[in-house]
C-alpha cells in the first residue's frame, strides 16, 4: 500500500506558490516558486514515494507556520520532519543546520566541525544540496568561509538566498 502523502500551497509575494508535501511522519517536500497545485502535484510524482492528494486539513498545521515564518511573526519552525528520506549523516547535517539562529550565518566548514567531522565540508554541502524542505531547514543560513553565497536548492540560486537572508536580519529583532 502506497503512503499517503497531503499537498497544500500557500501563495505568496515574494516566493512564488509554496508547496509542501506531508506524510504520516512528517513534512517531506517543500517547493518554492511553483506555477500552481498541477506543477507541484507533478513534481512529487516523479518522486514516485507515495499517493498524493491535496488537503488543507492535513497540511495547515505547516502552511500557517510557514506563512508565519514568511510574514516575520515566527522565527523557529516547530513542525514534525519526515526524516526516512534522508542518509544518517544527511540528517546529521541537516539538524545541525536546524540550529543555526535566525537571522544567523554558519559556513559549510563550522556546519562539519560541529557533527564532528571537521574535513567534511563539501560533503556538508552535498547534504545540504539534498534538502527537501528548506525554510524549515534552513540550508540558506549556511554560507561558503568567506562570507560567500552559495549555490541554493542545488542550483545557483544565490538571489534567493541572499533575499532569505536579508529578510531574516531584518526581521530578527521585530
Not at 562539519?112 to 547534504?127: E, L, M, N
Request: hydrophobic share 35%.
Amino acid at each position: 500500500m502506497a503512503v499517503p502523502i497531503y499537498l497544500g500551497l500557500i501563495e505568496t509575494d515574494w516566493l512564488g506558490v509554496v508547496g509542501v508535501a506531508v506524510s504520516p511522519q512528517g513534512l517531506r517536500r517543500l517547493r518554492m516558486g511553483l506555477g500552481g497545485g498541477e506543477d507541484f502535484l507533478r513534481l512529487n510524482q516523479t518522486y514516485g514515494d507515495g499517493e498524493f492528494s491535496f488537503s488543507e486539513d492535513r497540511t495547515a498545521l505547516y502552511t500557517d507556520q510557514i506563512r508565519r515564518y514568511l510574514s516575520g511573526a515566527l522565527q523557529s519552525f516547530s513542525l514534525p520532519i519526515d526524516w526516512t528520506v534522508y542518509t544518517p549523516f544527511q540528517k546529521s547535517v541537516l539538524e545541525e543546520t536546524l540550529g543555526i539562529p535566525y537571522g544567523q550565518t554558519r559556513s559549510y566548514g563550522e556546519v562539519a566541525a560541529a557533527i564532528g567531522k571537521p574535513r567534511a565540508s563539501r560533503a556538508v554541502g552535498q547534504a545540504e544540496k539534498r534538502n527537501q524542505i528548506p525554510l524549515v531547514i534552513p540550508c540558506h543560513r549556511v554560507i561558503g568561509a568567506d562570507g560567500s553565497l552559495t549555490g541554493y536548492g542545488g542550483t545557483d540560486n544565490t538571489d534567493l538566498k541572499a533575499r532569505l537572508i536579508s529578510f531574516e536580519k531584518k526581521t530578527a529583532g521585530s
